[in-house]
């Protein structure tokens, strides 16, 4: 069992930045790909960031890519997502997940456990 707790969403402006963080425990972290997902309403799940148990590979989006960076932390099992220049299009409830491998995939079946998300809200 793993359980992944998201925090650090929030209200912000556009073009403002926030840094969201997943604290995980329970299986042996450092083994595992972490990623990000998001959703929006009325909108499917979607992919957002991902990052190897090493931390060396890492891939994005493409319309987070260049604002966005997933960093992770095995000695503290944390994984974290800053987000830069944020868009209204940005705003969804944000969630951490643990891959079943360590692919590091984009599709959200290849992840088994989720938390429970962080809002995200982009507004003026």
């Known amino acids: 069992q793993v359980q992944l707790v998201e925090s650090g969403g929030g209200l912000v402006q556009p073009g403002g930045s926030l840094s969201l963080s997943c604290a995980a425990s329970g299986r042996t972290f450092g083994q595992y790909t972490m990623g990000w997902f998001r959703q929006a309403p009325g909108k499917e799940r979607e992919f957002v960031a991902a990052?190897?148990?090493?931390?060396?590979?890492?891939r994005y989006d493409d319309s987070v890519k260049g604002r966005c960076t997933i960093s992770r932390d095995n000695a503290k099992k944390m994984v974290y997502l800053q987000m830069n220049s944020l868009k209204p299009e940005d705003t969804a409830v944000y969630y951490c997940a643990s891959g079943k491998t360590m692919v590091v995939a984009t599709i959200d079946y290849s992840y088994d456990y989720w938390g429970q998300g962080t809002q995200v809200t982009v507004s003026s």
């Open positions: 990052i190897s148990w090493t931390g060396v590979v890492t």
